[in-house]
Each structure stands twice: as structure tokens, then as C-alpha cells.
């Protein structure tokens, strides 16, 4: 688990700011993920990467962004936070597993509140 | 797309006793399905995992058993002790050849274990 963090841990910012979270792993994963998590809707995915400069949209996608320079990093960005992107956000990787879904280790999470 | 429905939301036991969440997915061609611990403030943990080409994985006290014609798959937990408690989340994942490695989760079953 001490493989991948996340930065900052808490954060609260305003309406309209631009907020970057980051996500870092140790192991060389291929796979990034990012979710949130709220209250009644458990995890939903916003954006995933298979592999450096690849990445794809989830199921919540709409006001975020990502990218993935390097295999280990994959910030998200809040171009312009709102008040429904208060969250909990965890990042998670996983490695590739020819022909099946390899578990996802998932970061320590954090904490955003858009005032 | 894939959608995992969780029931029940809450679940109160007696220590000792089992305890048995159940999911259900909409999509056959689902393969993988995971189960995550989440203790209060902390991060997912995968606790037991269960492919398509298995009905049934024990891991001492915890058994998750699969089926396909109906689309369910269902967590056990026997014998449970306080530190049981806890969120668990389902997930089911589609592979493509193990190009995308998404997870759907369901949306938490919040287990409480009384002493």
C-alpha cells in the first residue's frame, strides 16, 4: 500500500479555482485510475490510464482532466472547481494482466471541499 | 454499460454470527469480481476476489461464490468479529482482453458487527 500516494491529503479551495491532485506509484503499474467517492453512489470512476500518454474517460468525466507524462504520475485537474465536485478522490493502479483484470491497490484518498 | 447493484446498504449482525452481501451485475460478459474492505477514513482494500471460471473461493473466515446464469455473486462472512466492521464494496470488470481493467462498483453495504 506505501506504493502509491496521493497529494494533498485535504484540501478546500473555491468556486472557480483550478485544482490539481496528485497520484504517485512505485511499482510500475501500467493501469492508473481515478475515482470519487460520495456518500450513496460508492465509487465511480472519472478517468483511467492503460499505459503512459494513454488514457480514457469513465463514467463521471465531465469537469476534469489528465494526463500521464510518466508511467509513474497521473495528476487530476479541476480546470474550474464547483460545489458538486466536494468529493473524496482516491487514485488506484494496477498491472496489466494479459487476457484478465489484475487487482487495484488504491492510494490513501483525498479530501476536497470546493466552498 | 455495465451497472452492480449492492444490497443490503446496512447490515447489523451479533458477533459470531455470518453475514452475506449480495450484488448483481448487469452485463454477461463481466469475467472479474472483486470485494473491498473499507474501514472508516481509510483506503479500499481488496479482502477476496472471484473470476468467472470459478463458483465458489473461500480465505478462512470469508467465501465469495459466483453465479453466472443469474448474475450474482455473493460475499460470506462467518464466525464475524468487531473488527468486521466495516463498508464493503462489490466490483465487476469487463475485460477486453485485458485492455481496459475498469472496475464497476457497486454502491456499499455498511456492516456493523455488535459485541
Known amino acids: 500500500d506505501a506504493g502509491i500516494t496521493q497529494s494533498p491529503r485535504y484540501k478546500i479551495t473555491e468556486t472557480g479555482r483550478q485544482v490539481t491532485l496528485m497520484c504517485h506509484q512505485t511499482w510500475s503499474h501500467s493501469y492508473m485510475f481515478w475515482y470519487r467517492q460520495d456518500l450513496g453512489h460508492g465509487l465511480r470512476l472519472i478517468y483511467y490510464?492503460?499505459?503512459?500518454?494513454?488514457?480514457d474517460k469513465g463514467e463521471v468525466p465531465d469537469g476534469y482532466v489528465v494526463s500521464r507524462s510518466k508511467t509513474e504520475n497521473f495528476p487530476l485537474t479541476l480546470e474550474s472547481a464547483t460545489r458538486s465536485q466536494t468529493s473524496v478522490y482516491f487514485c488506484?493502479?494496477?498491472?496489466?494482466?494479459?487476457?484478465?483484470?489484475?487487482?487495484?491497490?488504491f492510494g490513501p484518498g483525498t479530501r476536497l471541499t470546493v466552498l | 454499460g455495465e451497472n452492480v447493484e449492492q444490497h443490503p446498504s446496512t447490515l447489523s449482525v451479533q458477533e459470531g454470527d455470518s453475514a452475506v452481501i449480495k450484488c448483481t451485475y448487469s452485463?454477461?460478459?463481466?469475467?472479474?469480481f472483486p470485494w473491498y474492505k473499507q474501514e472508516l477514513g481509510k483506503r479500499p482494500q481488496l479482502i477476496i476476489d472471484?473470476?468467472?471460471?470459478?463458483g465458489e473461493k473461500k480465505d478462512q473466515r470469508i467465501a465469495v461464490t459466483l453465479n453466472k446464469t443469474a448474475k450474482h455473486f455473493s460475499l460470506h462472512i462467518t464466525e464475524t468479529q468487531p473488527e468486521d466492521s466495516a463498508v464493503y464494496f462489490c466490483a465487476a470488470s469487463i475485460d477486453y482482453g485485458g485492455a481496459t481493467n475498469k472496475l464497476i462498483f457497486g454502491t456499499g453495504t455498511l456492516l456493523a458487527v455488535q459485541p
Open positions: 452485463d454477461s460478459a463481466s469475467n472479474y
Open positions: 490510464s492503460a499505459a503512459a500518454d494513454i488514457t
Open positions: 488506484a493502479s494496477s498491472e496489466h494482466r494479459p487476457g484478465g483484470t489484475d487487482t487495484q491497490y
Open positions: 472471484i473470476r468467472s471460471n470459478v
